[in-house]
């Protein structure tokens, strides 16, 4: 028997939350509802979101998991961004080959973005924790917001490659800034079918430089 908990601007909402990702009916729910949720006054100031309690019957799948490991990971950034000042944003969820993906929509701002990404680095951390500690197995969650994790990942490309064409041009090595592990795998794979240059890691820590030599 498992037991999970969903929230919607309304009973339905939640209802139908509930139903897409556990992929189950209506029927083979026991549904209670917790709290029904109001729109507060004039429908601005106030409002409760509604919150129901679902319990099912049937043996957990890996169907069932994945729909609770992705709850669980929602629910966790969702109460974290509550703690900070933005107004607007909201969380979008979507599970992909046993990955959560968490992009936060309406950070216009960067904040929750920071220098480089590390804001948005700490709140994966501390999702990955959360959710893996719940589900007590190992579990994937990327939090990005406003797509930066894809321009980043763009850019760090466009400047692997400049800075590939400068070794081939000086024959001299160039270094790049400290970046994250994550960011010098993308300079490593970005040039490694050049045939003229080769990469290697500088420093110790987390953070290191990529330094791009000419091959000799």
Do not use: W
Not at 60 to 81: F, M, P, R
Not at 126 to 155: C, G, T
């Amino acid at each position: 028997m498992e037991t999970f908990e969903f929230e919607g601007k309304t009973t339905e909402e939640a209802i139908e939350n509930a139903c897409r990702q556990l992929n189950l009916s209506k029927e083979e729910m026991d549904i209670e509802v917790m709290e029904p949720g109001s729109a507060g006054i004039f429908g601005l100031v106030g409002g409760r979101k509604a919150r129901v309690k679902i319990t099912t019957s049937r043996p957990e799948s890996e169907a069932v998991a994945e729909a609770n490991g992705l709850a669980i990971a929602k629910e966790a950034l969702e109460k974290i961004l509550k703690l900070i000042p933005i107004e607007g944003a909201a969380v979008r969820a979507e599970q992909t080959d046993g990955t959560i993906s968490l992009n936060i929509e309406g950070d216009k701002s960067g904040l929750l973005i920071g220098r480089k990404g590390r804001t948005l680095d700490a709140l994966q951390f501390i999702v990955n924790k959360i959710v893996n500690k719940s589900l007590e197995k190992r579990a994937q969650v990327i939090v990005d917001s406003e797509n930066y994790r894809q321009r980043r990942r763009d850019s760090l490309i466009q400047m692997a490659v400049r800075m590939g064409d400068k070794v081939k041009a000086t024959h001299k090595p160039v270094t790049t800034n400290l970046l994250n592990p994550h960011d010098r795998r993308l300079v490593h794979l970005a040039l490694r079918e050049d045939d003229a240059v080769d990469t290697k890691s500088r420093g110790e820590g987390i953070l290191k430089k990529v330094v791009i030599v000419p091959k000799k």
